[in-house]
């Protein structure tokens, strides 16, 4: 920074007393200061490590010293020297882009900002508004401090509104239905965007109802403002079309226009004369072309097609085209051309060029992951997806995938990889409802539905319990707009078989540790064969051998517990039964997502998600009927496996401000039950919930938290109740690299099932004194496609400490470190 130079420090808009600050006014300058990170500058700080002249700086280095040339020619060629300086070039262009320049004094900038702050205020009716700077310098520190005052005047407010509308068609329309809802209304402030807005809406109305000529650049507004005493009159003009024709302009009255004739054409490639289509067939009032053999049913095409014959011209009928033909996975992105029928002065003929993807393709791809469990995975995934294989659009895809991954909390073993995971999906989808029952009235061909048919199997070994999984699935979605998605599986059927289930004790060694102890306190009413060696000081119990031998005993009451350890010792063997037994959930959900993010890029918006899942109904109505078997719990079996029977409510929502300069504050709210009836006393552990980990409280370990003020009894704690707060403050540090502060709240707990311990039960909303609290910080580095994210966790607040709650081990030996794929929520 040269020496009359000054660094803005402070920029700020002030407002007389008059105003109404409508927004954020500080966006419209130009002079706003350097981006700060808790009152440092750090951006700046590394914009100013690099030289602002390299180039120079080298050399001024290579030739400071007599003999720094001469040993640098010695030990590297002329060559490699140059390279050498081209290097550092490089390098100190990085830490520029990296950082962010002073922001100086100017006063070019300011009188810009001023008329950016007058032109703010004259589109909201301010018309007359005059904004002025007053600069505070710092000689000695060579630092300015910038205020803007504003000083509105009088806003001018629309009085009367005429219309001039050449076009008798559009005035009859206009007089008839657009005048009613106009954005412009008398006695309101003159603001531009009403016009916009104005504007913007007889285009989208006429344009859906057959006038195909018409634009906004047709319709402009005049506004008169003399003698007026604050008050506006404003015209609307709308002007005919008008073409050159030779060496005269020609003037056409909107007239609305209608399809004549609706041409597809189904393989359309670019060097294809669509002259010389080789077949052609015609289905309901669709002249369908292919230059092959048809590789498509007429009633399929028809489907994707909303562009009508007879019917007027409509936006909308182009969008929903597009959007549908595009969300099958079978086309490309189609193209829509329309020509005048030269036999109807008023028709259009609608041309629909198709291009079909190729029928089959190939996909392979290897990623990093990580999950509730694993803190590093490696995973492989490949799938054949093929198209179109019976005419009605439909995909077919198999895929197949593995995993290996790497616990801390798994089987004892010293190996790296402790988690492997491999399986094979195979999924049929058709882009419409498949239902036995009419579903037109309520699910729309407009709402882009599909339909989709999936079974998978999966074999798991992990945390020393292995595990295979069958599923069955068929869900339909649809969307009726651009906001909202729904999606019903309408049966989703899950088998769980849990392996090596004799390990159990040896995973969940706190359970066993309980186990045992209860075990060596009645030593004597017990064999001696229980225990690896009873003459020892601290006899053990033989896993699976003595547990399984004990818990038997308890189960006949062969054993003479006192009612503490009876009650302890059964609620170990019931979670040992929940945890090993094999599950049968067949079930059926509905869940409702309302968004309004736009895109990926899109940093405010809100989100909204409802699911509720219903498992077991209709086996456990099937159950008398069909004889069912009982097992020994009095409940029912099908195919030697008790079926869950369930109700299971999620809510969830999400918000996230934007507050400019990639500073973005994002919340989560969830809230989650699931009952167990009927059937079942208590919940399948992979339906069951858990907390902790990198995307829920991040000052716990997956599964650490709860239940309740357990302070995570067990190796594994689950719980069907759950409710989880969370808020991140992101912000920019330099370049990829972003930050967070973050604050997690939640639990979970034992509500309306088996389990008895009154520390984990959620009885009453006095037990909100239980809510868990983490904060802590994280770095996330974005490397566009995803985001490596590594976040410290501190417990703030633990409800199961004995002894002080808050702060304890608030220190970085105790933290939390999350390691993540992407932002948490």
Known sequence: MEKDEFLITESKVKLDSTAKQKNKLNQYTTTRPNARIFGIPLKLHIYNL?????????????????????????????KQVERLKDSYITINEAI???????????????IESTKKLENWYWNQGYFNAEASYDVKRDTTEQKAKITYAVSPKNVYTLDSIYNRISSSSIDSVYNKILKENSHLKKGEAFETKNFDNERNRITDYLRNRGFYHFEESYISFYADTIDTDHQVNSEMIISNREERKRDSTVSYDFMPHKITEVNVFTDLDTDVNTDFASDSTQYENYNIYNFGEMQFKPSVISDLIFIKKDSLYRDIDN???????????????PNIEYVEDPKDSTGLVANVFLTPKERYSLNLQADVSQSNIQEFGIGFNSSILARNLFKNAETLELSGRGNFGSSKDASSSDQFFDIFEFGTDLRLSFPKVIFPFKTESIIKNTMTPFTSFSIGYSSQKNIGLDRTNFNLTYNINWKPSKTITHKVDVVNIQLVNNLNIENYFNVFSNSFDQLNAIAVNNMSQLDDDFFSDPNSETPKLKIPE???????????????????DQTETKAIIERKDRLTENNLIVASNYSYNFSTRKSIYDEEFSQFRAKIELSGNVLSMLAKPLKLDKNKRGNYNIFDVQFSQYIKPELTFIKHWDLGHKNIIATRAYAGIAIPFGNSESIPFSKSFFGGGPNDNRGWRPYDLGPGKTNGINEFNDANFKLAFNAEYRFNLFGSLNSALFVDVGNIWNALDNVKNPDARFNSFRDLKDLSIASGFGLRYDLDFFVIRIDLGFKTYNPGSDRQKWFRNYNFANAVYNFGINYPF
Do not use: C
């Open 50 to 78: 690099a030289k602002q002249d390299p180039e120079k700086g080298f050399e001024h280095w290579r030739y400071k010293k007599d003999k720094r040339e001469k040993r640098l020619e010695n030990w590297l060629s002329l």
């Open 546 to 564: 003595g547990t399984d031998a004990f818990i038997n005993q308890v189960n006949n009451n062969g054993v003479n517990l006192n009612p503490e």
């Open 319 to 333: 969008t929903q085209t597009y959007n549908r033909i595009s969300n099958t996975r079978i086309f490309k992105y």
């Open 96 to 110: 520029k882009s990296s950082g962010e320049a002073p922001k100086i004094l100017k006063k070019d900038l300011m």
